[in-house]
Nanobody, 125 residues
Framework: QVQLVESGGGLVQPGGSLRLSCAAS????????VGWFRQAPGKEREFVAV????????RLANSVKGRFTISRDNAKNTVYLQMHSLKPEDTAVYYC??????????????????WGQGTQVTVSS
């Protein structure tokens, strides 16, 4: 099992940047693909980005391509979501999720076994 803790959220102005971190417990973090999802009030949880076990392959949602990047440091048991050019529509609670089933996780939230508690990102002037 793995426990995930997100951090780095906050209030930022449109056009600003934030870096979210997802810190994991356990000694086998490199066995997990890790995804980022977000959920805005009244909306379903949506896929944002995913990274494979080694950190060499990533996939991003079309809505964040060119603005967000996902990376990981397995030595630090941490996955990062770097967000630039933030827009009000990026406002949501951001969650990281992990699973061992896939080399590179799917876009479907229900396929991930482990979840963090979430961190709020608010983009507003």
């Amino acid at each position: 099992q793995v426990q995930l803790v997100e951090s780095g959220g906050g209030l930022v102005q449109p056009g600003g940047s934030l870096r979210l971190s997802c810190a994991a417990s356990g000694r086998t973090f490199g066995s997990y693909t890790v995804g980022w999802f977000r959920q805005a009030p009244g909306k379903e949880r949506e896929f944002v980005a995913v990274i494979d076990r080694s950190g060499s392959i990533t996939r991003l949602a079309n809505s964040v391509k060119g603005r967000f990047t996902i990376s990981r440091d397995n030595a630090k048991n941490t996955v990062y979501l770097q967000m630039h050019s933030l827009k009000p529509e990026d406002t949501a609670v951001y969650y990281c999720a992990a699973d061992t089933t896939y080399e590179l996780g799917p876009n479907l939230a229900s396929e991930y076994a482990y979840w963090g508690q979430g961190t709020q990102v608010t983009v507003s002037s």
